[in-house]
């Protein structure tokens, strides 16, 4: 079982609506977890982390984590054109440690 | 701020050569910087995790003598990609993360290497 698997998509949504992506994760002791995006060709940016069960949002993002069942989303209310990107979860090793695990990302393609 | 570069941004070498690539922080202390690799359509994939002053500790199976990695400063880290090969082109990301700042780190523009 790889240790942070994401749907590879791609997942098309029209402008407006709720793109929803998923990322599920092996180690139990995890402790953060990240989503960054990456447009192509370019480097990761961080779009927001979590460390808590439950939701957290930041504008127009929103992490959930449910450490429970070794899952994290993202969900990106009125997409836009702009937000088509491969959005990636990392996730920190057990122990705290200050390493990431990288899943191989889901293309999103915002339709206009 | 939290800006990091890396230099150059993209090469073309011959195979055998070596092939430097600098990571720089330029508004923030890094006592931690990262090197990673990505290969198209893949996700980015740890090589070694670099602290100033000391030596790189480097992921299962990335070979240590072809990748040398040395973090001089707080600033900079570079990554030497010795006798490359073709099967070494790959996107060569790094990140940086800052001493006061835990559990974040700051990624470079990224080194597109491509080895002939």
């Known amino acids: 079982q790889k240790e942070v698997e994401q749907n590879s998509g791609p997942l098309s949504v029209p402008e407006g609506a709720i793109a929803s992506l998923n990322c599920t994760y092996s180690d139990r002791g995890s402790q953060s977890f990240f989503w960054y995006r990456q447009y192509s060709g370019k480097s990761p940016e961080l779009i927001m982390f979590?460390?808590?069960?439950g939701d957290k949002e930041d504008g127009r993002f929103t992490a959930q984590l449910n450490k429970a069942s070794q899952y994290v989303s993202l969900l990106i209310r009125d997409s836009q054109p702009s937000d088509s990107a491969t959005y990636l979860c990392?996730?920190?090793?057990?122990?705290?440690?200050?390493?990431?695990?990288f899943g191989k990302g889901t293309k999103l393609t915002v339709n206009p | 701020g939290a800006v990091v570069s890396q230099h150059p941004s993209r090469v073309i070498c011959k195979s055998g050569t070596s092939v430097k690539i600098e990571c720089r922080s330029l508004d923030f202390q890094a006592t931690t910087m990262f090197w990673y690799r990505q290969f198209p359509k893949q996700s980015l994939m740890l090589m070694a995790t670099?602290?100033?002053?000391?030596?790189?500790?480097?992921e299962q199976g990335v070979e240590k003598d072809k990748f040398l990695i040395n973090h001089a400063s707080l600033t900079l880290s570079t990554l030497t990609v010795t006798s490359a090969h073709p099967e070494d082109s790959s996107f060569y990301i790094c990140?940086?993360?800052?001493?006061?700042?835990?559990?974040?780190?700051?990624f470079g523009p990224g080194t597109r290497l491509t080895v002939l």
């Open positions: 990140s940086a993360r800052p001493w006061a700042i835990e559990n974040e780190q700051f």
């Open positions: 670099s602290n100033e002053g000391s030596k790189a500790t480097y």
């Open positions: 979590i460390y808590s069960n």
């Open positions: 990392a996730v920190n090793r057990q122990g705290g440690s200050e390493k990431l695990v």
